[in-house]
């Protein structure tokens, strides 16, 4: 049966029946027997404790009511629910619920929870001799010890009905308990128990065996907060006789010259972890620094792998003599990496000025469950600056390969055989190693601290992990991802001619007798695909691919010099580059495993030579240059990978065969992480700031990108990963652009705006600078002038760089506009006046001209023209001018209106021209 539901109803039997049913028997025959069983059948998959439960009842609570009133008696109510609780904490207890008049409480252990009682009915004995009479509060207390079902707020089970019964049993200041705190709790000095009769006791069952703890004269120490050190083992991932040597060493704790004796008790638990009371926190530091240091010794790790123990320091109220529980204080152990120190919030307080003691900053919002790593830091005037920073390292990497066997092909696991490698039923493709990229280092430990435990403890199958257990076991068998079987039904048919590209296909399914016997390698039936091979031989004798499967058979059969030669002869009828590069890395991955790495390493060569640009074959170069000593090339090489191809800082970091290299390449990557961090944290400050400036100057769309890239960013901080780092800077810079863009837009628009209103300016100075008549202008000058000292202020647009310099800057140019348009209007006016004025007087000029040459030639030109004219016409016969007079008038008259409609004609055309000495708007 499953766990319930949270939403689930919980079996619910009538309480009558259960207290009867838990009391019927002997206290021999465990009372909490017979409803255990049925709440056990309910919630099969729940926790079950030992635990020590305590109950206080407030004796005459309902004639104080009757009496004194509800107000009152809710008072009196609350100063026992404050006065309980504050001793319960004190013990180390849980306030499990207070109901009515009554309150319930669980300990780890016997003794807590009977010091504990001892306590309140002092402190209440204390609080009687200063009340009145009729405000005193008297208790009765019931405990009891026995297992139960725990939940996250409660607590179920036949001990929890034993001791409301048993308080029910007591007097007023009087303590009940169980046969089971009295067996566990004769260690409290001057404490006298005394055997309760029932059978004259009211509703008492028959077969209870319970006592009345006798407390007046018991002597018990107050708890005094102290320090603890906790080394819980791991002996799933650590040498195969690691419980051995942690038997011996707990057992031998006290001769272990080599251990700092900074601890005043030391405690063996349950689990067989132990736990040290310590002097200060300072002393723990050291003890515990003292103890894997110890443990790292005899257990020959002279790499940087972890010592198999978890070890927190932490502080507890402790009275002396009693065995502190894990249950005191909330632990994710899964959080914990073995060999490193970890401190709780108070513990890092009393550390926090010593200058030598490195405190790994926490992602998470500060709690009392939270834990800090610490470090020892390297202070020799020796080091670089990248060893002076502590740098964690993956510490799983001998965990990964330890076994029995030798190395699998396909994964370098030594705990199977290549036939029984779960990689082979991996899908080619897993973007695991990515996904590792955007976990804290100390997340990928957790995951495959998890991994490695599961994976010793059962077989190595993927479907038996939870999600995150999975990460781990999927990113582990794609470190060898190109030696594997999924890996050549990807690239077997590819006809692409890169190995990039052949990489990132799909793969084809297909069937024939080839996928025939991959299918039959897969699952290990060796016979099938030998016979198979057979007929595929006869039928395709130029296939590589058969030649590789034959070279796969004799792999899984450990039979690696055939092997060798059929991928040989695979590479002969290899027609591609990705083909040819494919056999070339699994006749290395054969040389390798045949102990003559200098072939391996030729074949690595010639994979380059063929394409230098494939990072695997870089990757194995660096490995192959680490081996022969050459680090400081192979660590540049590594770095410049690593740019090219950011998976290659999780390859590097998790890589079994990295493990003996971890001294000169951890520091390498560690400085990498923390160059990308603060290149991150610095961008990330830029486009906060430039974001929150122009978060107004922002289109609504745009706003939407730039605030979803801005959560991202958040979020990927929070990470605390190398990929999260590196994609946050790239998220920042797109912030900075975005918000960059919309500001040069801003700017744009402003320029243009402040460039005509200066272009207008610049036209209406002139207009009056060039004004005939000045007195009309003058005012308007020294108006333009002002303005155009604003805009020489304003112009400035590419200073802006907030919404509300730029709104500043459109109301002045809005403002500016306003007043030149009125300006404007009347230099509009000005200018037509003028026009109208300089009209008339050249209208007048050509007038007055035309008018003299008509009258000149009238009255003094025209006589002399007279009498040779009659002379003319006479020879014509046509009649002669008898009075000259009137022709002279009729001359003058026509004469004049012609120069009067010509003038005016001439005056209107020189509206018209480009006169440059009037001025015009």
């Not at 128990?193 to 703890?213: C, H, Q, R």
């Not at 080839?514 to 031989?537: G, K, P, T």
């Not at 923390?674 to 430039?690: G, H, L, P, V, W």
Request: charged residues 25%.
């Amino acid at each position: 049966m499953g766990r319930l539901s949270p939403l689930s109803p919980r079996p619910v039997l009538p309480i009558t029946h259960l207290i009867t049913m838990s009391l019927i028997t002997s206290s021999e025959e465990k009372p909490f027997n017979n409803y255990l069983t049925v709440l056990l059948d309910a919630y099969q998959d729940d926790p079950l404790k030992d635990i020590a439960v305590l109950f206080t009842d407030v004796v005459g609570s309902t004639k104080y009511f009757k009496i004194y009133g509800d107000m009152d008696g809710r008072e009196m109510l609350r100063q026992h629910q404050n006065l309980a609780s504050s001793v319960i904490d004190e013990y180390k207890g849980k306030l499990i619920k207070a109901i009515g008049d009554s309150v319930m409480a669980s300990f780890a252990g016997p003794s807590e929870a009977l010091r504990a009682a001892i306590k309140m009915q002092r402190i209440f004995s204390a609080y009687n001799d200063n009340a009145a009479g009729e405000h005193r509060i008297h208790i009765r207390i019931g405990v009891h010890f026995g297992k139960v079902i725990v939940e996250e707020k409660d607590i179920y089970g036949d001990v929890v009905n034993v001791a409301s019964k048993l308080t029910n049993l007591a007097n007023g200041d009087e303590i009940y308990i169980s046969k089971e705190i009295y067996e566990r709790a004769q260690d409290i000095p001057g404490i006298h128990f005394e055997l309760v009769n029932l059978w004259n006791a009211k509703d008492a069952p028959s077969g209870l065996t319970m006592y009345k703890a006798v407390w007046e004269n018991a002597i018990i120490a107050e708890p005094v907060l102290k320090t603890f050190i906790h080394v819980h083992p791991l002996p799933d991932i650590g040498e195969t006789d690691f419980s051995r040597i942690w038997e011996n060493f707990i057992g031998n704790l006290d001769a272990e010259d080599a251990i700092a004796k900074g601890y005043e008790e030391e405690y063996i638990l349950p689990d067989r972890s132990l736990s040290l009371v310590a002097n200060d926190s300072i002393y723990a530091i050291s003890t515990a620094e003292s103890i894997l240091a110890h443990l790292g010794s005899i257990t020959e790790k002279d790499a940087p792998s972890p010592v198999p123990v978890q070890v927190i320091i932490y502080k507890l109220l402790h009275t002396e003599g009693n065995m502190p529980a894990l249950t005191d204080i909330e632990v994710k152990w899964d959080g914990i990496s073995p060999g490193g120190i970890y401190v709780s919030p108070e513990v890092r307080l009393d550390i926090k000025d010593e200058g030598d003691i490195f405190v790994e900053p926490s992602t998470a919002e500060e709690t009392q469950e939270t834990l800090y790593r610490i470090y020892r830091k390297n202070i020799s005037q020796e080091t670089t600056e990248e060893q002076q920073v502590p740098v964690q390292a993956f510490l799983y990497q001998m965990t990964l390969m330890d076994g029995t066997y030798a190395s699998c092909y396909y994964c370098g696991n030594r705990r199977h055989y290549p036939s029984d490698c779960p990689s082979k039923n991996i899908p080619g493709k897993t973007s695991a190693i990515s996904q590792l990229g955007y976990l804290s280092l100390s997340t990928i430990n957790d995951l495959f601290l998890r991994y490695a435990t599961a994976s010793l403890a059962s077989s190595d199958n993927g479907s038996l992990y939870d999600a995150a257990t999975e990460q781990a076991y999927l990113a582990f068998y794609e470190l060898k991802r190109i030696f594997q079987l999924p890996f050549f039904r990807i690239i077997w048919n590819n006809p692409a001619n890169r190995w990039e590209r052949v990489k990132q296909s799909a793969g084809q399914s297909e069937g024939g007798i080839v996928w025939l016997i991959q299918d039959s390698l897969r699952v290990s039936d060796h016979a099938r695909a030998q016979s198979l091979l057979e007929q595929a031989l006869d039928t395709f004798p130029d296939d590589y691919k058969v030649y590789c499967l034959l070279g796969y058979l004799n792999i899984e059969q450990n039979d690696l010099s055939p092997a060798k030669e059929h991928f040989k002869k695979a590479y002969t009828y290899a027609k591609t580059k990705p083909q040819r590069i494919f056999v070339l890395f699994q006749l290395a991955r054969l040389y390798s495993l045949l102990n003559n790495p200098q072939k391996a390493h030729e074949k690595i060569n010639n994979i380059l030579v063929i394409d230098h640009g494939c990072t695997e074959a870089i990757y194995q170069d660096i490995i192959w240059k680490l081996q022969q000593k050459k680090e400081k090339a192979a660590i540049q090489q590594l770095a410049g990978l690593v740019r090219e191809n950011r998976d290659y800082y999780t390859i590097a970091l998790i890589d079994p065969e990295m493990e003996p290299y971890k001294a000169i390449v951890v520091p390498k990557l560690g400085a990498m992480f923390n160059k990308a961090k603060d290149a991150a944290q610095s961008r990330f400050e830029d486009a906060c700031t430039i974001l929150k400036n122009t978060k107004e100057l922002l289109s609504q769309m745009k706003l939407a990108e730039t605030e979803s890239l801005h959560a991202k960013v958040e979020e990927l901080m929070k990470s605390d990963s190398y990929f999260g780092y590196l994609d946050a800077v790239r998220y920042s810079d797109s912030i900075v652009t975005a918000c960059e863009n919309s500001l040069k837009e801003q700017k744009k628009d402003l320029s243009g705006i402040i460039d005509q209103l200066l272009q207008r300016l610049e036209r209406a100075l002139n207009f009056v600078k060039r004004y005939r008549y000045r007195q009309f202008v003058d005012s308007h000058y020294k108006h333009l002038m002002l303005l155009k000292v604003r805009m020489d202020d304003i112009k400035g647009a590419e200073k802006c760089s907030v919404l509300w310099q730029f709104d500043a800057c459109h109301a002045l140019c809005k403002e500016t506009a306003g007043e030149l348009d009125s300006i404007e209007s009347r230099l509009k006016r000005l200018e037509i006046i003028q026009q109208v004025v300089h009209t008339f007087f050249n209208f007048l000029k050509y007038c007055s001209a035309l008018l003299s040459i008509v009258f000149f030639t009238g009255i003094f030109i025209f006589p002399f023209f007279v009498d040779p004219l009659n002379a003319l016409l006479s020879k014509f016969e046509i009649t002669s001018i008898s009075s000259t007079w009137s022709f002279q008038k009729t001359f003058l008259v026509l004469g004049g209106i012609a120069s009067f409609i010509t003038s005016f004609l001439i005056s209107v055309k020189d509206i018209f021209k480009d006169d440059q000495d009037i001025p015009t708007l």
